[in-house]
């Protein structure tokens, strides 16, 4: 028998030394793995706003920020004292046969952001908004098709990944669900011959390409809206990533002046601590869904109101406002983006610096020199994309940076920082990149050293 223990904190420090055991014992070992063979098994014990501490006291900079979820930080005061107030208050959660006023009023704050659309459903994820976007989008047009794009990532639920074009992640699961068209990112030309059928109930779209931090071309965007009006299909901003503000305006469209006819957003909006996803949509696509009072609960989640939710979600936005969050991206991320910008032309392996606001790609690509082209191919022959982890293991181990390679066999290091960060901490990854890409130009030399290491890896998991 164990005895009651609601101090959490103590439970923490009483078993973290345990955390690889414990996982490799009851979790996913081969991520313990890959933690220890990166070096990235430092033990994080703390995390306070855009800075994580390890077990030694370190302190880093997050640039990954849970993939996205902690734009306000973590453990926001604002955010903690909303949740404790919340279970404080005994509040009648979860009755299901009511209807919750924190639903109503976090329902009512985001449709100020996108006042042309009319109706929020919440959900508890991100894939779980995808699912229900397929759902509403092929119940209100009775229409089968979906259309997404290449390169795209929506989750890794069936529905979800059957939008989702990396095959690593989709070997094994298939076949998927059916009716759904992939066309390449930016290529008008192959939306219009997908959306000419009028099968198509909706087509799913990143305004902003995650994996890989690919941008839309000026007219992309538009023309998608545009021709998905001319066929009677749906047009869906996947802004689970890129919303919030990340972008530097509250949803990325706003940027190509684009109003989809649903809008999905989650990750930021939870603030971090409990899971979240929204749905906003046209009251007449919500019509067609709960038409009638036996189709009220036609779609739902069991947990998907849940107050601690809602209020997680209202908390984030007070934060995001009274801290002027997304303006703050906008110029960070400016800044940001010209500091690297600047350093291309000096590397040859640096091709390019691309992004709005606090969502930032920085892709490397094949040097001219023959020196550093042979290292390159070396690497790229043992694992597509494996250069970028020559760049992201010194920015953690030399310089305390937590970021990541942006997509599986990708030549892109992504930077999604928490929106809270200062200018002191945009010189500090300024000159991390700086003197770590320095290092990838010199061969031989410690970064190539960690290159082999990395090769041989590659070469025994392929054996």
Same mark, same amino acid.
């Not at 995001?320 to 350093?343: H, N, Q």
């Not at 094949?366 to 042979?374: G, V, Y």
């Not at 790229?380 to 010194?394: R, Y």
């Not at 290092?439 to 054996?463: C, E, F, M, Q, Y």
């Given at each position: 028998?164990?005895?009651?223990?609601?101090?959490?904190?103590?439970?923490?420090?009483?078993?973290?030394?345990?955390?690889?055991?414990? +996982?490799?014992?009851?979790?996913?070992?081969?991520?313990?793995?890959?933690?220890?063979?990166?070096?990235?098994?430092?033990?994080?014990?703390? /995390?306070? /706003?855009?800075?994580?501490?390890?077990?030694?006291?370190?302190?880093?900079?997050?640039?990954?920020? /849970?993939?996205?979820?902690?734009?306000?930080?973590?453990?926001?005061?604002?955010?903690?004292?909303?949740?404790?107030?919340?279970? !404080?208050? !005994?509040?009648?959660?979860?009755?299901?046969?009511?209807?919750?006023?924190l639903a109503g009023v976090l329902a009512e704050r985001l449709l100020k952001y996108v006042p042309y659309l009319d109706k929020a459903f919440f959900a508890n994820s991100g894939a779980e908004c995808v699912e229900a976007a397929i759902k509403f989008a092929r119940g209100a047009t009775g229409r089968p098709g979906i259309v997404y794009c290449a390169h795209g990532y929506h989750g890794l639920t069936y529905g979800a990944l059957s939008l989702t074009g990396d095959s690593n992640f989709r070997t094994g699961f298939e076949p998927l669900l059916p009716g759904c068209t992939s066309i390449p990112f930016n290529d008008l030309a192959a939306l219009e011959k997908a959306l000419a059928s009028r099968e198509v109930a909706a087509f799913v779209v990143e305004p902003i390409q995650g994996k890989g931090v690919n941008m839309p071309t000026d007219e992309f965007l538009p023309g998608a809206a545009a021709l998905c009006k001319k066929y009677g299909t749906l047009f869906v901003a996947d802004e689970i990533q890129t919303g919030m503000g990340r972008t530097g305006r509250f949803l990325a469209v706003e940027h190509w002046n684009v109003e989809p006819d649903m809008v999905l957003l989650s990750k930021s909006l939870s603030g971090g601590h409990v899971p979240v996803g929204a749905v906003l949509t046209r009251k007449s696509i919500f019509d067609k869904i709960f038409n009638q009072m036996d189709r009220a609960v036609v779609h739902g989640?069991?947990?998907?109101?849940? !107050?601690? #939710?809602?209020?997680?979600?209202?908390?984030?936005?007070?934060?995001?406002?009274?801290?002027?969050?997304?303006?703050?991206? #906008?110029?960070?991320?400016?800044?940001?983006?010209?500091?690297?910008?600047?350093?291309?032309?000096?590397?040859?392996?640096?091709?390019?610096?691309?992004?709005?606001?606090?969502?930032?790609?920085?892709?490397?690509?094949?040097?001219?020199?023959?020196?550093?082209? #042979?290292?390159?191919?070396?690497?790229? #022959?043992?694992?597509?994309?494996?250069?970028?982890?020559?760049?992201?293991?010194?920015?953690?181990?030399?310089?305390?940076?937590?970021?990541?390679?942006?997509? +599986?066999?990708? +030549?892109?290091?992504?930077?999604?920082?928490?929106?809270?960060?200062?200018?002191?901490?945009?010189?500090?990854?300024?000159?991390?990149? !700086?003197?770590?890409? @320095?290092?990838? +130009?010199?061969?031989?030399? @410690?970064?190539?050293?960690? /290159?082999?290491?990395?090769?041989?890896?590659?070469?025994?998991?392929?054996?």
């Open positions: 028998m164990h005895s009651p223990n609601p101090d959490m904190s103590q439970l923490f420090a009483d078993r973290q030394a345990q955390r690889s055991t414990l +996982h490799n014992r009851y979790l996913n070992e081969q991520f313990v793995r890959v933690l220890k063979t990166i070096g990235y098994d430092v033990g994080f014990q703390k /995390g306070q /706003g855009q800075y994580l501490y390890d077990r030694e006291g370190a302190r880093y900079l997050d640039l990954l920020s /849970g993939f996205g979820v902690f734009a306000i930080g973590r453990n926001h005061p604002v955010m903690r004292e909303a949740l404790k107030s919340v279970l !404080d208050a !005994d509040l009648p959660n979860l009755v299901q046969f009511d209807v919750s006023v989640s069991t947990f998907s109101k849940n !107050d601690l #939710a809602m209020a997680a979600g209202i908390a984030t936005l007070d934060v995001m406002e009274s801290e002027k969050l997304i303006e703050s991206a #906008a110029k960070r991320g400016a800044e940001l983006r010209l500091a690297l910008t600047r350093m291309v032309p000096g590397y040859e392996l640096m091709k390019e610096v691309r992004g709005k606001g606090l969502m930032i790609g920085v892709e490397f690509g094949p040097p001219k020199s023959l020196r550093l082209r #042979a290292s390159w191919n070396v690497l790229e #022959a043992a694992n597509k994309g494996l250069f970028c982890q020559l760049i992201t293991v010194p920015l953690f181990k030399d310089h305390k940076i937590l970021t990541q390679v942006a997509g +599986h066999g990708s +030549h892109t290091i992504k930077l999604l920082p928490p929106l809270t960060i200062t200018e002191e901490d945009c010189g500090w990854i300024e000159r991390a990149f !700086d003197d770590v890409i @320095a290092g990838s +130009h010199k061969v031989p030399g @410690a970064i190539w050293s960690l /290159g082999k290491t990395l090769v041989d890896n590659a070469v025994r998991r392929s054996a």
